[in-house]
């Protein structure tokens, strides 16, 4: 449990001890499979005609289906600051006879900034491995993508208490074969899987708890230095009305939403929500 004052106390330290503490804040859409074309373009419109300002240290990011990639990035890069696209995912080799897939390199040929990876529909229905996501995210970085990489506990462990040990594992098997200069130019999302579309978000203190436990397993590996830098986003059911709370935890750095980011005036909200 981390107390307001436990916050606040956890700021101030910061300061104190000269720690930058502008690490970047990413409100993060993650449309997953929905939306025509059309419907894409319209949301697109429709969130972009707000013109929200994102600040030096902000970033907004688009993650859409592969065929609308090349629509969303001319739309959203063309007069806005601080706006990506990010594909949903990509696959763990090279290149060669995969039918269907995509790889890194045909993101990066599309000038496609951000990947999602690890996400826990991938880990559950296409049975994708610690191990390959580690394949993903050694291509990404070769690329200049950058990976937001997805951890998070199912219910059963949360109920068994053991989260943080799952969590941490995710992160090992996957993201500490990275040397501290490729690993600090990483996102990660600690989604719990129990709160994700189900409505049931994790409270505020569950958030910050379990984002301060993953900066110090991150701290404990390369340094306190380097896991400052690395934005930790919480996904799970974030709307425009627990945004503002969530985001102010000094740990959670900005969202990764799905069913809020297919309502232009939610994650307009959202957007607005970044400290
Ligand atoms: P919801 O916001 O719909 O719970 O989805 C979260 C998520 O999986 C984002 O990647």
């Known amino acids: 449990m981390v107390s307001h004052e436990g916050i606040v106390t956890s700021k101030t330290n910061l300061i104190n001890k000269g720690i930058k503490t502008m690490r970047k804040q990413i409100a993060a859409a993650n449309w997953k499979m929905n939306l025509t074309y059309q419907e894409g373009e319209k949301l697109l419109d429709e969130i972009l005609s707000a013109a929200v300002h994102m600040a030096d240290h902000q970033h907004t990011v688009f993650a859409v289906p592969y ?30 006879a995969y039918t269907g897939e995509v790889s890194v390199g045909m993101l990066h040929s599309m000038n496609i900034k951000y990947c999602v990876i690890g996400h826990s529909e991938r880990r559950e229905y296409f049975a994708e491995t610690n191990a390959m996501l580690a394949e993903k995210v050694d291509l990404c970085l070769e690329s200049y993508i950058t990976p937001i990489f997805c951890c998070g506990e199912p219910l059963s462990v949360r109920e068994a208490g053991t989260q943080n040990e799952f969590v941490a594992a995710q992160l090992k098997e996957s993201l500490f074969h990275l040397p501290a200069e490729k690993i600090e130019t990483l996102v990660i999302a600690y989604e719990p899987i129990w709160a994700i579309g ?29 896991a400052n830098k690395i934005p930790i986003l919480y996904g799970g059911s974030v709307k425009a009305a627990n945004a503002p709370e969530l985001f102010r935890s000094p740990d959670v750095d900005g969202g990764l939403v799905g069913g809020a980011s297919l309502v232009a005036s939610e994650f307009i909200a959202i957007m607005k929500a970044l400290k």
């Open 67 to 96: 065929p609308y990639l090349l629509m969303t990035r001319s739309e959203v890069e063309e007069d806005n600051t601080n706006y990506y696209v990010a594909a949903q995912n990509c696959h763990h080799k090279k290149s060669g």
């Open 198 to 226: 189900t409505g049931k978000t994790a409270s505020t203190e569950q958030a910050q708890e379990m984002h301060q436990y993953l900066r110090s397993v991150l701290a404990d590996q390369y340094g306190q230095e380097v």
